[in-house]
């Protein structure tokens, strides 16, 4: 799954729901656009009419459907926005990515060699951040915040989640993936602070090798 370098950066960001990725990655984009480093933040699923299908339809779409749905999303994202960003010298900072099908889609009874063959030929990010947090904490910033998805309904779905994305990271890091695992048991600032030294800390280094 490797292709050629582009330009720009291709950042990540995984962990269960309620974590915080969301409210980070808008801090770190801020942060970096501040910094005069151009930026362009996404999230998946997509806004597309395909992502939503993804990210609306966890009810209707099921196991096998939801998890090509997902990818066919990433797939098209991958072609029509994130690619052309890196091209264009970019550090894109993406709100899930493949650690997320893993997870979920493992979740829906998918072996992982599925997910990971669905997958196949995604562009590899340069960071990937495996946000992380207690699971107890996790799971009451998530029934405070409300769920999204069926698969954030079940009680104590975080603590299978926190267990789904350990086994999911260190499966990527197996694959050469840049996996930095963050704590965000702390304020969201400080947690962005970390990733923005470590973002910049990349852009300084040589260009990767494809």
Known sequence: MTAPRLPGK??????PGGVG???????????LDADGVPVHATTQPS????GK???EGTDVYLD??????????????LATEILPALTAGKVVLCDRYVASSLVLQRLDGIPLDVVWALNHGVYRPDLVFALSAAPAVVERRL????????????PGISFREAYGYLAATTFLHDQGWPIQVIDCAADPQMTADTIVDLIHRT???SPACP
Request: glycine share 4%; charged share 25%.
């Open 10 to 15: 291709l950042v990540t960001f995984e962990g």
């Open 21 to 31: 990725k969301t409210t980070i990655t808008k801090l770190v984009a801020d942060m």
């Open 47 to 50: 806004s597309t009419s395909l």
């Open 53 to 55: 299908l993804a990210r």
């Open 64 to 77: 096998m459907a939801l998890a090509c749905l997902c990818a066919a999303d990433r797939h098209h994202q």
């Open 143 to 154: 029934r405070a915040r409300g769920t999204h998805s069926r698969f954030e309904r079940p």
């Open 203 to 205: 852009l300084t280094e």
